[in-house]
């Protein structure tokens, strides 16, 4: 394993959070490293997308202790949270629909050096030079997927936490998505993936921790996964 990849850039212990008087997570203990692509399985309602927002400070009510690169953030905004290098690619993907592709990518400030340029998310994502100064409005499922993780990427993050960004498209958007991930992980990348589609995310990750009713009830490793299909079958209900 590469150096970088021994190196924890995020650490999540005894994390609680709550929805109002709904409690979501029950104790989350989870841990990535530098480099690595890691996936939160489990069927809806299962807290997956709870552990993204809540990792990026977007959760009201928590408890526990984040730490991203070492530094405590569990008491953090989610501004100085993104500051850190994190990026968030919410399912509901937030494209400004009035604004153009290339407006949509030059509006989020850069919040740590590093952030790809225009020309650099270019030649990532092709299809976005071709549509740049398409509207928001005209843009297809799959485009505008690419473009809410491009616009991720010009701010500097190096941690992403991505939210079924394969939901409702169609069998080759999916594939140039799996294409893109691989990019993005040998750069360096270090990718969180909430993911419903499991046979896109099994070719993908480095580790698999399974969410059930707000926990982490297993953690499978790549070379495992033959093995565990049954059971993670079980949990999945597929």
């Given at each position: ?9 995020l ?7 709550h929805?109002?008087?709904?409690h979501?997570l029950h ?9 690595e692509?890691v996936t939160?399985?489990?069927?809806n ?15 009201g ?6 730490r991203?690169?070492?530094?405590e953030?569990i008491k ?16 509901e993907?937030g494209?400004?629909s ?5 407006e ?5 400030p ?5 952030g790809?340029c ?6 990532l994502?092709t ?7 398409s ?14 993780m491009?616009?991720?990427l010009r701010?500097?993050a190096?941690?992403?936490l ?14 140039a998505?799996?294409k893109?991930?691989r ?7 270090t990718?969180?993936?909430v993911?419903?589609n499991?046979?896109?995310a099994?070719?993908?990750?480095d ?15 790549m ?5 565990s ?10």
């Amino acid at each position: 394993m590469p150096e970088t990849q021994t190196q924890e850039l995020l650490s999540v212990s005894n994390l609680h959070a709550h929805y109002g008087e709904s409690h979501i997570l029950h104790g989350i203990d989870f841990s990535v490293r530098r480099g690595e692509l890691v996936t939160l399985l489990g069927r809806n309602g299962a807290g997956r997308t709870t552990i993204l927002k809540s990792i990026l400070g977007l959760v009201g009510r928590r408890s526990g202790s984040i730490r991203i690169a070492g530094k405590e953030t569990i008491k953090l905004p989610p501004y100085r949270i993104a500051r850190l290098g994190v990026g968030y690619c919410p399912e509901e993907r937030g494209i400004f629909s009035r604004l153009t592709v290339e407006e949509n990518l030059l509006l989020p400030p850069v919040v740590k050096s590093g952030g790809m340029c225009l020309e650099e998310i270019y030649t990532l994502f092709t299809n976005l030079l071709e549509r740049r100064k398409s509207m928001g409005t005209s843009l297809s499922g799959g485009e505008q997927q690419m473009l809410a993780m491009a616009r991720i990427l010009r701010t500097g993050a190096d941690l992403l936490l991505l939210d079924e960004i394969t939901e409702g498209l169609a069998p080759v958007i999916v594939q140039a998505l799996g294409k893109l991930i691989r990019q993005l992980k040998e750069r360096g990348f270090t990718i969180i993936l909430v993911e419903q589609n499991f046979h896109f995310a099994a070719d993908l990750a480095d580790r698999h921790y399974v969410v059930d009713h707000g926990n982490i009830v297993e953690m499978i490793p790549m070379e495992a996964l033959g093995a565990s299909m049954e059971r993670l079958s079980g949990y999945l209900g597929v």
